[in-house]
């Protein structure tokens, strides 16, 4: 239910949905409010508490991430559908920009622009997007700034 993980055609309906898992969480894990609504079946109606911990709600709803949960994800999103629609998306909304590309798609790295240009000719060649020049036929010195900024980053992280 989570607004980001939901089509754009469902999240109104999603952000409605996780204010409400919001809203249960706050009045279940305070037990004041939690007493409260044992003995009333009924909460206040206000909005947003401003001592809500989220960071207690967030910790309960998602177990921590290892580098292996991580590795895991990576292996089952490099060449998936959600991969392609990543790669569309950013594709055209920076028009072929392949900096932009990096900034928007998981897991990217400089040796997987030779995979993503095939993915985003086939796109091209099925009418699905239209083609960028920049895309193809980038500035080398651009792209050697992007491989030297990728790489410094891959060593500080």
């Known amino acids: 239910m989570h607004p980001d993980r939901v089509p754009d055609n469902e999240k109104s309906e999603a952000t409605e949905k996780f204010k409400i898992l919001g809203r249960i969480y706050s009045v279940l894990s305070n037990k004041e ?3 409260l609504y044992d003995i009333t079946g009924t ?3 206000e909005e947003c ?3 809500f911990d989220w960071l207690s709600f967030w910790k309960c709803i998602f177990k ?10 990576e292996k089952k999103y490099k060449g998936s ?5 990543d ?3 950013a594709y055209v909304n920076g028009e072929g920009d392949m900096d932009f590309i990096f ?3 998981p897991f990217m790295r400089c040796e997987d622009e030779p995979r993503m240009k095939e993915i985003v000719r086939k796109m091209i060649d099925r009418g699905e997007v239209e083609e960028f020049d920049c895309f193809f036929n980038e500035d080398r010195k651009k792209a050697l700034r992007r491989k030297r900024k990728v ?3 891959k060593w500080l992280s």
């Open 33 to 35: 409010k939690r007493s």
């Open 43 to 45: 909460v206040d109606d």
């Open 49 to 51: 508490d401003s001592d």
């Open 64 to 73: 921590p991430l290892s580098h292996k949960d991580y590795e895991n994800y």
């Open 81 to 85: 559908v959600e991969e392609e629609l």
């Open 87 to 89: 790669l569309k998306k």
């Open 103 to 105: 900034e928007m798609v």
């Open 151 to 153: 790489g410094l980053s």
